[in-house]
């Protein structure tokens, strides 16, 4: 029930069923009106209130920690992660997200990474399907996985079941977008920008959305739906017409050198070897192997920067910084040394790191 205003403008405030008939002290020294009360019709948007409701308070009790009590946005989808010795309530679960989040259309279970290209494996576990919620033989009608993002006035096409970007990072990527602010200060015109990891596109959304910051922009990934997405993603922030199938990568634009490519191999080619101000390394489970075969693509005729992201255990972050080192040309003067900083636990013993290097001219 919920408190609510009547004819004379009196706030009513609901009592239990299981109150005195006689009002008590000291509310009996007042006048009292009785009256039938108001259902509290609101979205409870505590999703454990409905799981409560559905599987039990000693169920919740006996299983702790276990419960998904985190989860990720994607546009009108909702990624969980489902323990295995919760899959005996995974109807309730998906339920229960949904009630609680009624803009919410689609509920996925990450079943974790799978291949060389580390494609998330998304399953339908629940679905809303106009006032009913169904989490049995979810229909294909609404288990589409093609969704508009929206992300810093931009809106960025993603299909996570084939190219997997987290929403989480926004602040990441307006840190990288403030470090190139600072390049192109530093360079004192529009820089060059290597993505040579890109996916969708969500690092390269800011970066453009930037007046007059980005000039010449190398963009390719190994994985071919990635790619037919960021046409789609280039087509739209660019306002040309980029293919509309993923292709191999080619200078599509005098200022644009996009598509399918494996980055270890791109310093292979002359035209973009000592090419670029800012480097992107974004496959944080590889960002320190793959270093050594990336450098090369950076222009050492001015000041440039590697911007990346590292998974690593907490107790080798310092290691991990030392491989960093060794593995880059000399920092610029002036700027400190790069060093992973933590960002968001990856699992119980990894961390998310990130970090950036400016890098000296020869």
Known sequence: MRVFSDDSGNRMIPISAGAPVTITAPLHEYEVELMEGSPDSRIDSDW????????GKDDIESHGDAWPSSHEFISDMMVVRIEDELEDFTS????????????????????????????????PIGARIGEEIVTEEIPDSVSTTRVLVRESGRAIACDPNKAYFSTKLQSERLETLSLAKELRALLGRPIRVCDPFCGVGPALSALLSEPDLVGEVLASDLNSDAVELLFDNLRRWDGRNYPSQPEPIARLFED???????????????ELRGRWDLLIVNLPHRTIDLLPTLVPLLDRKTPSMVRGRVIAPETDIEDANTSI???????????????????????STLRLCSFEAWISSQ
């Open 48 to 55: 454990w209130n409905h799981l409560s409701l559905l599987v």
């Open 92 to 123: 309730e679960i998906a339920r229960a997200k949904l009630l609680s989040h009624p803009h919410i259309r689609l509920v996925l279970n990450d079943e974790g990474v799978q291949g060389e290209l580390r494609i998330r494996k998304l399953t």
């Open 256 to 270: 644009r050198i996009v598509g399918v490519a494996d980055a270890t191999k791109l310093c292979e080619d002359p």
């Open 325 to 347: 080192r060794s593995a880059l040309p000399l920092t610029l003067e002036g700027k400190p040394e790069p060093s992973l900083r933590v960002k968001r636990d990856y699992s």
